[in-house]
């Protein structure tokens, strides 16, 4: 990946954890590496600071499976200051990622893309492409950010939030039952949407249900 992105981008900045490929990136790049057009970052994805590195990066990578979230956290916790990130990763999770309400697949991973970017699957990725081959089958998502607050009416984005996390907390409970705790259940009993369940529920309405228990 890091040699075809070299043939589009003026500059590449990579992050590589594991040693063995760090020595062999800097074999097999030593031209790029020399020339400036690749910069090589030995270190944790969830730990470097990534708005350290460029004002508005595109961001490209087959990311681990088992820590797919915490990259995907720390990505919007840039707040949008990037500018598109193409990601290889499970099928199941792109399916998450990307999912409508009334699916099994919509959770609290899909509000946590959706309020932080408009997420699509660009292709599928069978697991018969890599050797060894594992487990799954993968699948090429494109994220594009967005801004909660304009769009949704969402202004305190952390505090909806700890709301939606709350809505999903037993997903396949009713929301009176999820909120009644947080909120009172005197207070939930009256809404419309306390029969519901949070899946059954778009990131707008919920957004407006948030400023209603606000």
């Given at each position: 990946m890091t040699e075809a992105l070299l043939d589009q981008a003026q500059?590449?900045?990579?992050?590589?954890?594991?040693?063995?490929?760090?020595?062999?990136?800097?074999?097999k790049f030593q031209g790029a590496l020399d020339a400036g057009r690749l910069e090589l970052i030995e270190g944790d994805i969830l730990k470097?600071?990534?708005?350290?590195?460029?004002p508005r990066p595109l961001l490209a990578g087959n990311l681990p499976y088992y820590?797919?979230?915490?990259?995907l956290d720390r990505i919007f916790s840039l707040n949008g200051a990037w500018e598109r990130a193409?990601?290889?990763?499970?099928?199941?999770?792109?399916?998450?990622?990307?999912a409508s309400p009334g699916s099994r697949d919509f959770g609290y991973l899909s509000v946590l893309t959706q309020v932080h970017a408009r997420a699509e699957i660009l292709f599928g990725v069978s697991r018969e492409a890599f050797r060894p081959a594992p487990k799954v089958d993968s699948s090429v998502v494109r994220l594009t950010p967005r801004d909660a607050a304009a769009e949704l009416g969402i202004a305190d984005l952390a505090g909806f939030l700890r709301f939606a996390q709350s809505c999903f907390r037993q997903k396949r409970k009713t929301l009176r039952?999820?909120?009644?705790?947080v909120y009172g259940l005197d207070r939930i009993?009256?809404?419309?949407?306390?029969r519901l369940r949070a899946e059954q529920l778009s990131v707008a309405?919920?957004?407006?249900?948030?400023?209603?228990?606000?």
């Open positions: 500059k590449i900045v990579a992050i590589e954890v594991d040693p063995y490929l760090v020595h062999y990136l800097r074999q470097v600071d990534l708005g350290a590195i460029s820590i797919t979230s915490p990259i193409v990601f290889l990763v499970q099928s199941e999770v792109a399916a998450r990622l990307t039952n999820n909120l009644g705790p009993e009256g809404l419309p949407e306390a309405e919920l957004a407006v249900l948030f400023q209603k228990l606000r």
